[in-house]
């Protein structure tokens, strides 16, 4: 059974400019949800998705979008981008509810 | 809000030793607590899942304990490796039965040969 993946896995960006960032999950699993990484503040959890609606959100500002299609795929957009959106990305995926949460490998985002 | 501790921060011991990581959390609401492992840049993967109502939780040479009413877990780790070095997080999940993960900062490894 094939597991979480993200594309791309590495992204080198300028500030101002916007990122989209892919997710597939597990085949069967409903929910997705967000989390960025950083060496200061951890894993913090940016949004989830359960049948394609948004069913939570983090405390992020409204630069960070997301949208989940009909097949489970999610997809997180960043616009304008800062300095200090350069984060590892992970994705997770669950059947949904508080299931067990799968994550991906993350997509390395680089801002210069 | 939920907030989740992990002690110690950092933890080096050589290949065979037992030893036992600690997490604590804030709001005893939980639906259920998560340990991961992480490898430097990679992603996280799953080792345990503590349902709420569970008080324990083993895997091959893992075993992880949960009690809740007092919002600490432990995860014990057996006769070590230098396999296992990698960082260690623990999370739960709100009571609302959201997918919303509160981590805690995570727990470094090192196992020397």
């Known amino acids: 059974k094939a597991g979480v993946t993200q594309t791309p896995r590495y992204l080198i960006k300028t500030r101002g400019q916007q990122v989209t960032l892919s997710c597939s999950p597990i085949?069967?699993?409903?929910?997705v949800s967000w989390y960025q990484q950083t060496p200061g503040q951890g894993l913090q959890f940016l949004f989830e998705?359960?049948?394609?609606?948004?069913?939570n959100k983090g405390n992020f500002p409204g630069r960070f979008s997301g949208r989940q299609f009909s097949n489970s795929r999610s997809e997180m957009n960043v616009s304008t981008l800062e300095l200090g959106d350069s984060a590892l990305y992970l994705c997770a995926s669950s059947l949904g509810g508080s299931d067990e949460q799968f994550f991906g490998p993350g997509t390395r985002l680089t801002v210069l | 809000k939920q907030e989740v501790t992990q002690i110690p921060a950092a933890l080096s011991v050589p290949e065979g030793e037992n030893l036992v990581l600690n997490c604590s959390f804030t709001?005893?609401?939980?639906?259920?607590l998560q340990w991961f492992r992480q490898d430097p840049g990679k992603g996280l993967t799953s080792l345990l899942l503590?349902?709420?109502?569970?008080r324990e939780q083993t895997s091959g040479r893992l075993n992880a304990s949960l009690d809740k009413s007092s919002g600490r877990s432990t995860l014990y780790i057996a006769a070590s490796q230098p396999g296992d070095s990698a960082t260690y997080l623990c999370?739960?999940?709100?009571?609302?039965?959201?997918?919303?993960?509160?981590f805690g900062k995570g727990t470094m490894l090192l196992v020397s040969p």
């Open positions: 503590i349902q709420s109502s569970q």
């Open positions: 709001d005893s609401a939980i639906y259920n």
């Open positions: 999370a739960v999940s709100p009571s609302t039965g959201y997918s919303t993960l509160t």
């Open positions: 085949s069967g699993h409903r929910s």
């Open positions: 998705y359960f049948s394609e609606t948004q069913r």
